[in-house]
């Protein structure tokens, strides 16, 4: 009884969140169409998805792994040395359409080696992945030095910068694809169920017989190898590859997962909270880029968005004071 | 005006002279003022001294060239240097830029964001650090030839050292391109009977920090007791260097010298620490690089090698192939400004 109790009025919440964001999203969307004529074309509603597209694939994935009381901050760094390893490879004169697997099968094993410090040692996620972050970009930057490598075959240059299905590229409906299969798994069968599960109390999950170490081994290798497949799509977008690539793009990525209402704590959010952050994050950016704000009051905007939905949420004010005044009281 | 206009014909012809390629019968150009273009200024990043002075160069051609259209500063945030100006660009050819003045920190990464601004009809014009393989790049605005920059370097060092004596080079990081380019033109040069007698004893490496540079520095002149000078060819490097002679109260017997900024170097050259300098005047940079993107952008530049026009103020100057990038073309500013205890001050403005 208290159990439903509980969960009704977590569902309630989360709507209600989700409505905001809804709310959100519709008046930058409004803002942007008033503010600039360019806004509403196709070209730049495509631009606006690729400008960003890596990032928002792994938020796809990081939504599960947070869910999931983990955190993987290795993305970036996998994204990188997947696009190096290909620059890499391609310069060494294997055949692309061979090493288009090779670099998934590099991103499944960059994530297992996560998921095996994990769910098998124990280390908390946030030490592991902070150190394949330096690992896996050392690894990049040790591949291709301090060069670019370009000139990459046409059809992969093609298949990141123009329309498959008339002219919407392959990443965007890549990402869609993998948005409704997510969706699917994560709100409609029983490996998301247990995501929430583990999630929410880990001891609780294996003592009701979840094999726990195995669900979050499936989830890193699965965050390696879309990252992987994301710093592929990088490299086909940019027909270019340096140590740097996707640096510093996992903040982003976390940022749009938790402004989507998923708990950094664990068992609670949806994916749908998730793609409506991600929408309002691209459409908030492209809309300033637009009108010229670009820059330092750029990141501000977005960072002030960011902290007033982020915490804003979480701090529930009455609790708060609440919890302080019993801690008085005891001491 | 006839006169500068009989010069303009005459150094056209000379250049025209000097390049393989036919020349069309236009090819000196004077720019017609007060067309209207929006244009956008993109430098490496935000809160950079030289692109603020950049940006005040474009701004005088701006005025000078009563452009009723808009000039437009916007750059990403250091962090977010490359995708922030593969997002501008791919911005402005949305917003129909006649042209985008672009200092490349993106590398090869800006090429596909750069044609599809190119085939949107907005000019791509390089400054400071040019795309490297020239693709959607309509031309290179560059501020000295790579090669002078090294004979540059060692005329400083044998004026500073008397013609004889020991020096070591402070760079940046050890993979910074433009840095190696220069310090391995100062090598070549230093093989010059004229530098028979200046002895360079090492490179070392203060990664463009003010704190590794200042402790390198100070390293450099314990481990050679001999030492007269440190070249830093860098602008961070150069004054943490000045900084740390100073502190030490070394600067009678240890010389710095490189290339550094008016504002940031006029005590040290003052008080005899850096007594000579060099640099490239970005403000000059800024302005030769809107009168080309003007040119273009109107139309009353096709961008064709051996094509002359009159840059205001600055003069005459000719579109020519990059040597340093075959197939590409540049356009050479220099020379170099050297600054010393009779100039520096006025320069620091």
Redesign the interface.
């Known amino acids: 009884m208290t159990e439903r109790s509980t969960l009704s009025a977590m569902w309630a919440r989360v709507q209600t969140w989700e409505g905001f964001l809804v709310c959100a999203l519709i008046f930058i969307v409004l803002m942007n169409t008033a503010l600039s004529p360019?806004f509403m074309?196709l070209?730049?509603q495509i631009?606006l998805f690729q400008?960003s597209i890596e990032k928002i694939i792994v938020a796809l994935v990081m939504t599960f792994v947070i869910i999931n009381a983990e955190i993987d901050l290795s993305v970036g760094s996998m994204m990188g040395l997947a696009a190096c390893a290909f620059g890499f490879l391609f310069q060494q004169g294997v055949n692309p359409v061979l090493v288009i697997p090779i670099v998934l099968l590099i991103g499944a094993a960059g994530g297992a080696l996560n998921g095996y410090f994990i769910s098998k040692v124990g280390l908390p996620s946030l030490v592991v992945t902070l150190a394949t972050l330096i690992g896996f970009r050392g690894l990049a930057r040790v591949l291709v030095?301090?060069r670019?490598i370009?000139d990459f075959p046409d059809w992969f240059?093609r298949l990141?910068?123009q329309g498959l299905v008339g002219p919407i590229p392959l990443a965007i409906i890549a990402f869609f694809v993998l948005f409704a299969i997510l969706y699917v798994v994560l709100q409609r069968s029983g490996f998301g169920r247990k995501t929430y599960v583990i999630g929410t109390n880990r001891d609780v999950a294996a003592f009701a017989g979840i094999d726990t170490a195995r669900h979050k081994m499936i989830l890193f290798i699965a965050s390696g190898t879309v990252s992987a497949f994301a710093g592929l799509l990088y490299a086909a977008?940019?027909?270019?590859?340096?140590g740097?690539?996707a640096?510093?793009f996992e903040l982003d990525i976390i940022t749009m997962v938790l402004l989507g209402g998923v708990s950094i704590f664990g068992g609670s959010g949806t994916l749908l909270g998730t793609l409506l952050a991600i929408l309002i994050v691209l459409n908030l950016?492209?809309g300033m880029?637009?009108l010229?704000i670009?820059?330092?009051i750029q990141?501000g905007v977005i960072g002030i968005l960011l902290i007033a939905s982020v915490l804003l949420p979480r701090v529930n004010l009455g609790g708060f004071l609440g919890t302080r005044k019993q801690g008085e009281a005891g001491s | 005006m006839k006169r500068l206009k009989t010069s303009c014909a005459a150094a056209a012809l000379a250049a025209a002279s000097m390049t393989v390629v036919a020349i069309p019968a236009s090819a000196q150009t004077m720019l017609d003022a007060g067309q209207e273009v929006d244009m956008v200024l993109l430098p490496k990043?935000?809160?950079i001294l030289v692109f603020d002075q950049a940006h005040e160069g474009a701004q005088e051609a701006h005025a000078e060239l009563g452009n009723p259209g808009e000039l437009?500063f916007?750059?990403?945030?250091p962090?977010?240097s490359?995708?922030?100006q593969?997002?501008?660009m791919?911005?402005s050819a949305?917003?129909?830029q006649g042209a985008v003045m672009l200092s490349n920190n993106?590398?090869?990464?800006?090429?596909?964001?750069a044609q599809?601004a190119q085939d949107a009809g907005t000019r791509v014009v390089t400054w400071d650090s040019p795309i490297?393989?020239g693709d959607g790049e309509d031309v290179f605005v560059a501020q000295v030839d790579f090669g002078s920059i090294g004979v540059v370097m060692a005329d400083m060092a044998h004026s500073i050292l008397d013609g004889s004596g020991q020096m070591a080079v402070l760079s940046a990081t050890p993979?910074a391109?433009n840095q190696n380019a220069w310090i391995a033109a100062m090598e070549e040069a230093l093989e010059m009977p004229k530098y028979a007698d200046i002895e360079l004893v090492d490179i070392v490496y203060g990664d463009d920090q003010a704190e590794v540079s200042y402790n390198r520095a100070l390293a450099l002149v314990d481990q050679y007791p001999d030492l007269g000078l440190i070249m830093s060819p860098t602008t961070v490097g150069i004054q943490a260097s000045s900084k740390a002679m100073q502190d030490e109260g070394l600067c009678e017997q240890v010389r710095v010298s490189g290339l550094g900024l008016p504002a940031e170097m006029v005590s040290y050259t003052l008080n005899g620490c850096a007594p000579e300098f060099a640099l490239w005047d970005f403000r000059d940079l800024g302005y030769l690089t809107y009168y080309t993107a003007y040119g273009l952008a109107t139309g009353q530049l096709s961008g064709e090698i051996g094509e002359s026009f009159t840059a205001g103020r600055m003069g005459e100057y000719t579109i020519e192939e990059d040597p340093g990038r075959p197939g590409t073309r540049r356009i050479l500013m220099g020379p170099f400004t050297v600054y010393n205890a009779d100039n520096v001050e006025a320069a620091a403005q």
């Open positions: 360019q074309t070209s730049n631009n400008l030095e301090d670019g370009t240059d990141g910068q977008r940019v027909g270019a590859v340096r740097d690539v640096l510093g950016r492209n880029a637009l010229n670009t820059g330092h990141t | 990043f935000l809160g437009l916007v750059g990403p945030t962090e977010n490359v995708a922030g593969i997002e501008i791919t911005t949305t917003q129909g993106a590398g090869d990464q800006i090429v596909p964001s599809a490297p393989s993979d391109a």
